[in-house]
């Protein structure tokens, strides 16, 4: 078992990291690192002796977190900003639907499930929308909760 990353490498978070209640002077629940933070490698471990972990040093947040292999990459590896994430919750800026039969009003509120940053044509999300709904909408059809439609 060889760390992928060394001591002083930059690194790229993958997911959203909030508090596990073992960060402390942060609530549970509250978002440490977001996804696409870059950061610095200040050490490397083990956790029960099958798992890599890295401490980064987040210098702007000025955090050091813990991350597993998996989800840090190389932070000049190609990368994809999103403008929402995971349980954002979103409106509909336009009305959405499927072969010309409208589906989601304007100002509809949905829930993003997953974000798809691989896609030819851009970001894109799963968003579920209230009666049980889910799309695939692309982001410029989605606007923040916080938005004119509120």
Not at 24 to 52: H, K, W, Y
Not at 100 to 113: D, Y
Not at 122 to 129: E, K, N, P
Request: negative net charge; hydrophobic residues 40%.
């Amino acid at each position: 078992m060889r760390p992928e990353f060394d001591y002083g490498d930059a690194v790229r978070v993958l997911r959203n990291l909030h508090n596990d209640g073992t960060y402390p002077g942060l609530a549970v629940g509250e978002l440490l690192v977001r996804r696409g933070s870059v950061g610095f490698v200040q050490d490397v471990g083990t956790f029960l002796q099958d798992q890599i972990i890295y401490a980064v040093h987040f210098l702007t947040e000025d955090k050091l977190v813990g991350y597993r292999e998996q989800e840090l990459q190389p932070a000049d590896a190609p990368w994809t900003p999103s403008r929402f994430e995971f349980r954002d919750r979103v409106l509909a800026r336009v009305p959405l639907g499927i072969r010309g039969e409208v589906l989601v009003e304007a100002g509809e509120v949905g829930e993003i499930l997953k974000v798809l940053c691989d896609l030819p044509d851009g970001v894109c999300y799963h968003v579920h929308f209230s009666g049980g709904l889910t799309l695939q909408v692309p982001e410029t059809a989605l606007e923040p909760l916080g938005s004119k439609y509120r």
